[in-house]
């Protein structure tokens, strides 16, 4: 009787060990691939966190059920809270310190900026992309974040951890940036229908003289 309890008490001991062994194994190496993800990541803020000013040529392009819309514009960013994109079609976005006004799709209109709230998200993804602040965008959000290096891009891919947003969210939010300069190269948002909107940056240009009036609402 005493052996058969000690026989049990050994294999329930021996599996939980086993359990904590393979935990902490795993453990370990997501430990390294977050290593080597921060490494990226930091080497890109650093860069990009330098940058008091940014204009750039910007390529947007909207993918809804097969159909492709194309617009083409400018792109303006001070640092650290002032963006604007205009684009060919009479589309803009506005962002500063305390509000966003853009009329791009389903947003239309003037937003003041919440804590968390989904008019901040979407500008953040704007400010915290050309800024290379992809770790803070991805713990405000509870994103979980992947990296992967092509040719001619670090890409990381950041996909929302919670279930679906009310209104208006998005699944995932991709950041390209040029392996060689660490610069934003493009951002791509992917909302929970399976919709791509990308913007690519092109003819970029850093720390120009950007006119106050860009950013008037």
């Given amino acids: 009787m005493v052996h058969g309890f000690c026989c049990t008490i050994f294999c329930f001991y021996h599996k939980s060990m086993r359990k904590v062994l393979i935990f902490f194994t795993a453990?370990?190496?997501a430990s390294q691939l977050q290593a080597q993800d921060l490494v990226l990541l930091n080497r890109i803020k650093a860069t990009n966190e330098k940058i008091?000013?940014?204009e750039?040529?910007?390529d947007n392009h909207y993918s809804k059920s097969g159909s492709i819309s194309y617009q083409y514009g400018k792109l303006y960013?001070?640092?650290?809270?002032e963006f604007a994109a205009y684009f060919d079609t009479g589309k803009y976005m506005i962002v500063n310190e305390k509000m966003i006004k853009m009329n791009i799709r389903l947003f239309q209109g003037t937003f003041r900026l919440k804590e968390n709230g989904i008019m901040q998200s979407l500008g953040n993804v704007f400010l915290y992309g050309i800024q290379g602040r992809i770790q803070e965008l991805s713990d405000e959000n509870s994103y979980n974040m992947e990296t992967q290096t092509e040719t001619?891009?670090?890409i990381i891919t950041c996909t929302n951890s919670k279930k679906k947003l009310i209104g208006i969210g998005y699944k995932q939010v991709i950041f390209k940036y040029h392996t060689e300069s660490l610069l934003l190269?493009?951002?791509v948002l992917i909302n929970y229908k399976g919709n791509k909107d990308t913007y690519s940056l092109s003819d970029v240009k850093c720390n120009v003289p950007i006119d106050k009036q860009t950013f008037l609402f």
């Fill in 27 to 29: 453990l370990l190496i």
């Fill in 52 to 54: 008091e000013t940014l």
């Fill in 56 to 58: 750039a040529d910007i």
């Fill in 77 to 81: 960013f001070v640092s650290p809270k």
């Fill in 152 to 154: 001619d891009c670090h």
């Fill in 185 to 187: 190269k493009e951002i």
